[in-house]
């Protein structure tokens, strides 16, 4: 279903006021040759295209000059085999219900990913993770459409090449690939994953339940609701360094707030730097750092793209004069062309 010059204030969870040439409602994978042919109608108009889920990891940095494709695909399987359960799921799935419906019934696995954002399509794109669980860990495979030639593809888990927040479908190869499905694969032979901060003092014989629920618990505590103040979780991804540059910084910051990642490499927690450099509050028009969560930028309620562009700029300038760190956004920036930089997009706003 397409419309035309619509607004996306609704879709993306900052919340921000744009709008886009044209959209199309992804419901039934029967519309996919329709799909197909808008997409190409688009391309041969060197029009952009952006697939988009719940639109909680993306900032909008002006309107869109193109098609989106809001993705709403649903249907959950379930197949059992001896060792394990394989969910097979469609890409709009609430993930947040998928984890509901998992730990209901006794499929574990899911429990630590609990309340994270979103649609299931959007899980593989940049490997969500928390509290010591990734995607990566539970996925089997991946099902994909390429929007121009219509050609159904899968993916194994190895060839979706997950690493921190990455996977092949941030790559240039993978732009045209839509996600239709996921495949989980959860082992019957469950054991927590209980080692990460807090659920520590759960103990060894914690059930999966408790786990979800000290999850929400700890989530709805410390992260603002997305309907109530706009925002796309961790604004920045935490910085990995190497050995020289964290001894470095340990002499001059002993608390510093580290831990190991791979072999002779470390992720700082960006959440403490931006803390530390006092930032917390820090606002600029509608945009502000949150005063509890350094690493979430808010919209409280007017900012406009240009106000959370200022912002992160500012944020990443006083976090690499002070720290020598540089910060990546974890958040995925989309302007009229479709993806792009901070870098690229704090120099168009300071230019006109
Ligand atoms: C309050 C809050 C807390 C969060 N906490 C976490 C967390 O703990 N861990 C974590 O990892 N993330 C977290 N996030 C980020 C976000 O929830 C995840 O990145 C989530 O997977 C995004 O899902 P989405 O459906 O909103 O994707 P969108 O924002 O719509 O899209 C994200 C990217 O995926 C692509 N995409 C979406 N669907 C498809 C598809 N079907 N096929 C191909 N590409 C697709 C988009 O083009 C875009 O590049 C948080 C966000 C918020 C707002």
Request: aromatic fraction near 8%; proline fraction near 3%.
């Amino acid at each position: 279903m397409l419309s035309k010059n619509a607004s996306l204030k609704k879709l993306n969870s900052f919340g921000l006021n744009v709008t886009t040439k044209t959209i199309f409602l992804l419901t039934h994978e029967n519309q996919l040759p329709e799909l197909i042919t808008a997409v190409n109608v688009a391309k041969n108009n060197h029009q952009p295209v952006l697939i988009l889920g719940g639109g909680t990891n993306i900032l909008f940095c002006e309107n869109f000059n193109g098609l989106i494709i809001k993705v709403e695909l649903s249907g959950i399987d379930l197949v059992e085999t001896h060792d394990h359960f394989f969910l097979n799921v469609s890409a709009g799935e609430n993930w947040h219900q998928l984890v509901v419906y998992a730990t209901q019934n006794n499929i574990r696995g899911l429990e630590n990913l609990a309340l994270i954002p979103g649609v299931v399509g959007a899980a593989p794109v940049q490997n969500i993770g928390a509290y010591g669980v990734e995607f990566e860990q539970i996925c089997e495979k991946v099902k994909v459409i390429d929007l121009i030639t219509g050609k159904l593809v899968t993916l194994s888990n190895k060839e979706c090449e997950f690493s921190y927040r990455y996977s092949i479908f941030k790559t240039k190869q993978m732009a045209n690939a839509l996600i239709t499905s996921v495949t989980l694969k959860l082992k019957k032979n469950w054991r927590p994953q209980n080692s990460y901060g807090a659920l520590k003092a759960l103990g060894e014989s914690v059930t999966a339940q408790q786990i979800f629920t000290q999850v929400c618990e700890i989530r709805k505590e410390k992260l603002p609701d997305i309907h109530v103040l706009g925002n796309a979780g961790s604004f920045f991804k935490n910085p990995i360094v190497g050995e020289t540059q964290l001894s470095h910084l340990l002499k001059t910051y002993p608390n510093v707030a580290y831990y190991p990642y791979k072999t002779g490499e470390f992720k700082l927690a960006a959440a403490w730097l931006i803390d530390h450099a006092k930032l917390k509050g820090f606002q600029i028009g509608g945009a502000l750092v949150h005063q509890q969560h350094a690493l979430v930028l808010i919209n409280k309620g007017n900012a406009s793209p240009a106000d959370v562009l200022n912002l992160a700029w500012h944020v990443r300038e006083v976090v690499q004069i002070k720290f020598g760190v540089l910060l990546e956004h974890e958040v995925c920036f989309i302007n009229k062309n479709g993806v792009t930089t901070l870098v690229k997009e704090i120099t168009r706003v300071r230019s006109e």
